[in-house]
């Protein structure tokens, strides 16, 4: 059987970017391109940021600012901080990109799928009806259908307001 190779130059970036050294969920959040780490919203507890990988369209990923790895080490403030923010992200996405369901929740190490094992992250994935296709089914691919910076801008003027700066 011949084989057949399914061209995805994005995939380089992010190998590439995987090796970086450094957390991308870790501070410094300002003065940093949207285009190196689209970070959306920060505060003193917790920030969230738009996966430039994405599962789907709108995937965001939510962490605690302190670099820590499991979730029992949550302080009971970073955790309510968490979900308040997790909360506030789907009201928004449910406006601005008004999908029809949600996958809310972390991957607690390595082997269930974190990408970042040592940070603590929850995920939001968008969905709707039909956004698993073959591609996904039979080749493991993903189809994307925004580029990120583009979702970036739609939902950043949203978190700015939800916060009232």
Not at 74 to 93: G, S, V
């Amino acid at each position: 059987m011949e084989k057949r190779i399914l061209w995805a130059p994005w995939r380089g970036t992010y190998v590439s970017e995987k090796k970086r050294e450094g957390c991308i969920f870790c501070p410094p959040f300002e003065g940093i391109s949207p285009e190196d780490r689209p970070i959306l919203y920060f505060d003193s507890l917790v920030m969230v940021m738009l996966n430039k990988f994405p599962y789907n369209t709108g995937h965001l990923l939510i962490s605690p600012v302190r670099h820590i790895a499991e979730l029992e080490e949550l302080t009971d403030e970073e955790a309510l901080a968490i979900m308040k923010i997790t909360q506030r992200a789907i009201i928004i996405l449910k406006e601005v990109l008004e999908p029809e369901g949600f996958n809310v929740g972390f991957n607690l190490g390595r082997v269930a799928g974190a990408g970042y094992p040592n940070h603590l992250h929850l995920q939001i994935v968008p969905r709707w009806e039909g956004d698993v296709n073959f591609l996904t089914l039979l080749g493991d691919v993903r189809l994307a259908s925004h580029h990120y910076l583009e979702v970036y801008h739609k939902l950043k003027p949203y978190f700015r307001r939800s916060e009232g700066s």
